[in-house]
Every structure is written in C-alpha cells, then in structure tokens.
C-alpha cells in the first residue's frame, strides 16, 4: 500500500526554538497533505490542510505565523513549530491524500518542548 | 461547527467479550473512516464505509454505515487482547475534502 513517511519521529527541544517536520509520501504524488496534533489521550484535530503550491488552509484556532506549512513538492510538505513552547508539546501526524476519497497517514512526530 | 461524536470514551473488557463503539454525526456523511491506534503508536486504517447501510466484516471485526449516513458502528466479536487501542471513526462532510475525528473509544482487556 500507499507509504507515508515523517521525519523526525521524535524531537526535544528547547523553548523558543523553532522545528521543522517533514511529511513525504513515498510511492505516490499527494496534491494535498493534511497535518494533525494529537495531545495525550484525546483524538486527533486537524490543524491545516496543505496544498501543493498554494497557502495552507489553517482551521479556525491554528495561529497560521506560529505553525508554518509549506508544500512546495507533490511529494512533500513541512510544518514549522515556529518559537515553540511547552504548550506546543504534543504528537503531530500529517496524512497524504490518495484519492478523493482515500489518504495515508505518516507514523507521526512527538515533539517536545521542555 | 460540524462534529462527529463517539462513544463510550473508555470500554472495558473481559477477553472473549464483544466490543461496539458508535459513531453520530447531526448532518449527513459522505463517507466515514475507522481506524486503529495502539497506545504509543499512530492511528492505523481500517476501513471506509461509502453507500447508505453499508455493512463490511474484517474477520471479527464489524462496520456498518447507518441509512441515513449519519452514523456509523464498529462492533468486535468475541475480543482479544491484541484488540487494545482506542478506535477512532472519522467522517468526512458532503463537500469537503477534510477528516473529522470522532473523540475516540479506548478499549481495554482483562485477559
């Protein structure tokens, strides 16, 4: 099936640094990308969704400056935790999307932010 | 804003015991999502349910899709320990190309 890959799988970092993570989907070509945050126990909220050479369409709550996509390949696209902080600690998962229908999620990155 | 629910939060139970968490969404789906995660790891596909009543089986593992397309079901028959995880369904709107997350079932087993 579909593969899709993240990089880091986990990160530590120190407050106000900034993280760049990587969603790349492996054997297909993925016009729109979807990137989600997952605090523990809780389900999965979606952040934004990514476009191949347009902006990012960032849900109502996500601090677009703060949380930086770019989607500059149909094979990739990034998220940037801009000044991040404690707070920003928490499992990221972008999934690719196949089809209409059908997307492929990546193994996520756990960031933390001490 | 347009939410999918689910139901229970947690579940408990003895191995052999089945499983059902249930899905329900105020306006209509036009498909809708199960997957899997297992505690420390990412959520995994199961399967889509697309037409009206659908129903589909995964060994021991049953979806069905309401009538309505509003609501949807994931029943396990007879549960095993390796069923652990928290099931979670995700809908997606007529007309829109996101997912919407339900809150998620943590089922856990007494073996």
């Known amino acids: 099936g579909a593969v899709v890959s993240q990089h880091p799988s986990w990160v530590i970092c120190k407050s106000g640094t900034s993280v760049k993570i990587e969603c790349r989907s492996l054997d297909f070509q993925a016009t729109t990308m979807f990137w989600y945050r997952q605090f523990p126990k809780q389900s999965l909220m979606l952040m934004a969704t990514?476009?191949?050479?347009?902006?990012?369409?960032?849900e109502q709550g996500v601090e677009k400056d703060k949380f930086l996509i770019n989607h500059a390949s149909l094979t990739l696209s990034t998220l940037t935790v801009t000044s991040a902080h404690p707070e920003d600690s928490s499992f990221y998962i972008c999934s690719a999307r196949f089809s209409l229908t059908t997307g492929y999620f990546g193994p996520g990155t756990r960031l933390l932010v001490l | 804003g347009q939410q999918v629910m689910q139901i229970p939060q947690y579940q408990h139970v003895q191995e052999g015991e089945d499983f059902t968490t249930y899905c329900n969404s105020s306006t209509t789906l036009s498909n809708i999502q199960w997957y899997k995660q297992r505690p420390g790891g990412h959520p995994v596909f199961l399967i889509q349910?697309?037409?009206?009543?659908e129903v589909k089986k995964q060994k021991r593992l049953t979806f069905q899709f309401g009538e309505a397309k509003k609501n949807s079901s994931l029943h396990i028959t007879a549960t095993q320990t390796t069923d652990v995880g928290t099931y979670f369904c995700?809908?997606?709107?007529?007309?829109?190309?996101?997912?919407?997350f339900g809150q998620g079932t943590r089922l856990t087993i007494n073996p």
């Open positions: 995700a809908g997606r709107f007529q007309g829109a190309q996101k997912l919407v």
């Open positions: 349910l697309v037409k009206s009543g």
């Open positions: 990514s476009n191949e050479g347009s902006k990012a369409t960032y």
